[in-house]
T-cell receptor
Framework: GAVVSQHPSWVICKSGTSVKIECRSL??????MFWYRQFPKQSLMLMAT?????????EQGVEKDKFLINHASLTLSTLTVTSAHPEDSSFYIC???????????FGQGTRLTVV | AQKVTQAQTEISVVEKEDVTLDCVYE???????LFWYKQPPSGELVFLIR??????QNEISGRYSWNFQKSTSSFNFTITASQVVDSAVYFC???????????????FGTGTLLAVQP
């Protein structure tokens, strides 16, 4: 299967700082990338969908100014958690898809802890 | 509205037992895809299978098999002769294509935690 690499795998940051998470499709061009958030022992909740070269589409209830998503190329999308607070601590997972008719492949996830 | 229901929150079996994970979905779209993913304790999501709505053939891959029945809107997953390494959370997901071709997205079920005891 296709490889999606997410970096970093884990990060600890101080409250009030910003954190950037990268998601790269290593061996394919991804027309669409998705960002999910997963709380402990819960399912994945879609945060936003991004298409290369256009603005991300955020799900209801997700603050676009707090979770900045950039999809600058067909192989890279970034999620920046701005002014992070302890309640932002979570597991963030990205996925990438070649086309709308293909399966989505997931990154390894990033565990964010805000202290 | 689209929805995926995995009624089994946790299942515990002993090694070599067969186990079936249930998945029921809801969608009004006629074209859609169903998926199963595995999430081991390390956290990454591993793709297992994708099935489109026009293909109701059951599929077998080694010890894994999937039973897709549109009549009951179910896409169940069976592991035969389970092993300790099968212990993980398994997610069923749905991706539909609403009229107009808007970007579809994966809707996940709540997951089933499978614990295989030695």
């Amino acid at each position: 299967g296709a490889v999606v690499s997410q970096h970093p795998s884990w990060v600890i940051c101080k409250s009030g700082t910003s954190v950037k998470i990268e998601c790269r499709s290593l061996d394919f061009q991804a027309t669409t990338m998705f960002w999910y958030r997963q709380f402990p022992k819960q399912s994945l909740m879609l945060m936003a969908t991004s298409n290369e070269g256009s603005k991300a589409t955020y799900e209801q209830g997700v603050e676009k100014d707090k979770f900045l998503i950039n999809h600058a190329s067909l192989t890279l999308s970034t999620l920046t958690v701005t002014s992070a607070h302890p309640e932002d601590s979570s597991f963030y997972i990205c996925s990438a898809r070649k086309t709308r008719d293909t399966e989505a492949f997931f990154g390894q996830g990033t565990r964010l802890t805000v202290v | 509205a689209q929805k995926v229901t995995q009624a089994q929150t946790e299942i515990s079996v002993v090694e070599k037992e067969d186990v079936t994970l249930d998945c029921v979905y809801e969608t009004r779209d006629t074209t859609y895809y169903l998926f199963w993913y595995k999430q081991p304790p390390s956290g990454e999501l591993v793709f297992l299978i994708r099935r489109n709505s026009f293909d109701e053939q059951n599929e077998i891959s080694g010890r894994y098999s999937w039973n897709f029945q549109k009549s009951t809107s179910s896409f169940n997953f069976t592991i035969t002769a389970s092993q300790v390494v099968d212990s993980a959370v398994y997610f069923c997901a749905l991706s539909a294509f609403p009229y107009g071709g808007a970007t579809n997205k994966l809707i996940f079920g709540t997951g089933t935690l499978l614990a295989v005891q030695p």
